[in-house]
């Protein structure tokens, strides 16, 4: 067994001009040349699929106290997406117990019956949607569907008060930037501007809905309750801040993205309408194709053994979830083309794995399945409309505009 040194020859560089349009190839020359990759930033970069499965249900930890300043020389942490938002105390930054506990309360108030009762109202909203872009003829999906979709029913579902909605998408586009690898020192800064800022907004939103509670799930968990354990109004503000970008942020670039893989694969799009009882498999083969989180991050608590390298304890490990949902050694010769009906789709990696596997999955495949099945079914001569623009982030990567014709 050998420990990795920084003389590799090829090196992960998300930096490079074109990666946010298409990291693709990128990551099919890491799998094949480095796929234990050791940067020499000092963090690593596993990216084939065998090893993802097996690291996400590995028991490692997501809490960034944990990366030992040995293992990052030269400083380099802030490659590592390393500006906590909400004090880090979110369910996405914490492990066992603190994580078991936050994640349990959390689910009393967003169990599954929750989110299929949700399926009429899903359908009302993507049915106006789609008769404004019917009456329009040409639109950008990201403004017209994707975006409103998800944030308008992350928002009923809590029961936000009224508040400045587009401040609040200025934010969220702002924080989400935590989970990017930041090298420029003012844009930490505004991360970390908006992250106080939308947490004091959701502390008020908080403090209003004491005063008036609803059968939402804001109300639902402020009472949330295990054993007489209760969240406290730190982890309260940062529950409700994840649940809230978490529902909306990656669901964005699940439509666009699912949609303009379908426009490319002329072939997909006509087997879907021919076949709409396969829209649920559709989503999983979308999600597969397009992981709209490209990432997710362990940090190793001893040393971890992949491939017969050792990767030492205190380590940054960044899991490509987008990478192993293309490997060919698991998916196929067509792992690098989307299949509708592909056996196994659910098998992607796209909501992670272990523990924090993502706890909104539902919600995303029944929002996904609904707004692209609708689409689709709508408008027989959908197609694009011009240049896709990409939104230049590496990890929650999506479209920015995606221009569409009906």
């Not at 592909?342 to 796209?350: I, K, T, V």
Request: charged share 25%; with cysteine; net charge negative.
């Amino acid at each position: 067994m050998t420990e990795a040194t920084t003389g590799e020859q090829f090196v992960f560089d998300p930096f490079q001009p074109g990666f946010t349009d298409d990291p693709y190839p990128h990551y099919a020359e890491l799998r094949e040349r480095a796929p234990v990759h050791r940067h020499p930033f000092g963090f690593w970069v596993l990216s084939r699929y065998a090893d993802m499965f097996a690291l996400l249900r590995a028991g490692l930890s997501v809490d960034l106290r944990h990366v030992s300043p040995d293992t990052l020389p030269d400083g380099r942490d802030s490659v590592t997406g390393a500006v906590e938002p909400v004090s880090g105390l979110s369910m996405l930054d914490v492990d066992p117990p603190d994580h078991t506990r936050l994640r349990r309360l959390v689910s009393k108030a967003f169990t599954p019956r929750a989110v299929a009762a949700l399926e009429p109202e899903i359908e009302d909203l993507v049915d106006g949607a789609l008769r404004e872009i019917a009456g329009a003829g040409r639109v950008d999906l990201v403004e017209a569907l994707s975006f409103p979709l998800p944030f308008t029913v992350i928002s009923r579902m809590l029961g936000m008060p009224s508040t400045d909605h587009e401040r609040l998408r200025e934010l969220s586009g702002t924080l989400v930037r935590s989970l990017e690898p930041i090298v420029d020192t003012e844009l930490a800064r505004a991360v970390e501007a908006a992250d106080a800022e939308i947490a004091a907004m959701t502390a008020e939103a908080i403090a209003w809905k004491r005063r008036h509670p609803a059968d939402d799930l804001l109300t639902a968990l402020i009472a949330a309750e295990d054993g007489g354990d209760v969240l406290s109004d730190d982890e309260l503000v940062a529950q409700v801040v994840l649940l809230y970008l978490a529902g909306h942020e990656t669901t964005v670039n699940l439509i666009s993205g699912g949609v303009l893989a379908l426009l490319r694969a002329p072939d997909q799009l006509a087997l879907l309408r021919r076949e709409p009882e396969l829209a649920g498999n559709a989503v999983e083969e979308l999600l597969r194709y397009d992981s709209p989180v490209q990432s997710s991050r362990r940090i190793t608590l001893r040393p971890y053994e992949v491939d017969g390298r050792e990767i030492p304890a205190g380590s940054f490990v960044m899991a490509s979830l987008a990478s192993a949902n293309r490997d060919e050694a698991f998916w196929g010769p067509d792992a690098e083309r989307p299949r509708l009906d592909r056996e196994g789709a659910r098998q992607h990696l796209s909501f992670g794995g272990g523990p924090h596997h993502c706890l909104g999955a539902s919600l995303a495949r029944l929002e996904g399945r609904v707004a692209i099945g609708r689409l689709v079914e709508r408008f027989p001569r959908l197609e694009l409309d011009g240049e896709v623009e990409w939104n230049g982030r590496i990890n929650l990567r999506g479209p920015e505009r995606l221009p569409i014709r009906v």
